[in-house]
């Protein structure tokens, strides 16, 4: 199993006043193990989960928009502080590949991968990621681009896949824990969080606590829907 980052926890005596210290889950939040290759982040939009998954990939070193830790862009600079606010403990082992996907920003990555000079695309699919649908794009740079013994940060990847592509990147993503990798994931995909060699952090109201998968509201509501849609819909209508 491996783990190149070991644990996160927040600095004592912070000051500043940014917007993340109104979210409720990271209001009180004083640190979070990861004793798991793959770690998922779930939670209410606007619960919290991406702005730390966020924190965490900056303090690491990758670019605030997405990509590997030698990417230099900025769209718009819209990222938290929380980076500068927290401790990142890393293991001695060190990761050799490393990839920061952000759903919402992936359009300025595939922009700035499409400016670089003699850029190859064997690892993307063999073409631009522009000429590519959204599907396509994310399930080929995953598949191709990250290699194994890395440190990968996904922001809700299944925004662009369908549920037999989720399918498909569980089968990428247990091929790189067997290669040594780390995933840290933010999700709203009850498939993606069936897998196994893994844990569940909640954000909500009470914190940030750890659940099992049968307990998270992805897993429960994806479930009611499926055993009995009718009641479900009409509950909502009423």
């Known amino acids: 199993m491996t783990c190149f980052i070991t644990n996160v926890r927040m600095k004592e005596n912070i000051i500043n006043q ?3 210290h109104q979210i409720p889950s990271l209001c009180h939040f ?9 770690t998922f982040f779930v939670g209410e939009n606007g619960s919290g989960k991406s702005t730390l998954l966020e924190a965490i990939a900056i303090n690491y070193g990758f670019n605030p928009e997405g990509g ?9 600079t819209t990222h938290s502080l929380l980076y500068q606010d ?5 293991s ?3 990761a050799t590949d490393g990839f920061f996907l952000r759903a919402e920003s992936f359009y300025n990555t595939a922009t700035y991968l499409e400016g670089l000079e003699r850029m190859c695309y064997d690892e993307y699919g063999g073409k631009s990621l522009h000429n590519q649908s959204h599907g396509e794009s994310f399930i080929n740079l995953i598949n191709g681009r990250f290699r194994g013994n890395g440190l990968y940060i996904l922001d809700e990847p299944e925004a662009a896949l369908s549920p037999q592509r989720q399918l498909s990147l569980l089968v990428t993503m247990n091929e790189l824990i067997h290669q040594q990798s780390q995933l840290i994931i933010a999700t709203h995909s009850p498939i993606l969080l069936s897998m ?10 009470d914190g940030i606590q750890k659940i099992e ?3 998270s509201s992805a897993y429960q509501i994806t479930k009611m829907m499926m055993n009995d849609k009718d009641k479900m819909l ?5």
């Open 30 to 38: 004083e640190s979070l193990s990861f004793k798991q290759p793959i």
């Open 234 to 238: 009409k509950h909502l209508f009423e």
């Open 92 to 94: 001695v082992k060190k």
């Open 18 to 20: 940014e917007y993340y």
């Open 196 to 205: 196994p060699n893994s844990e569940i952090y909640e954000f909500s109201q």
């Open 213 to 215: 998968y049968e307990e």
């Open 86 to 90: 927290i401790i990142v403990s890393k």
């Open 68 to 76: 590997s830790r030698d990417y230099y862009f900025s769209t718009k």
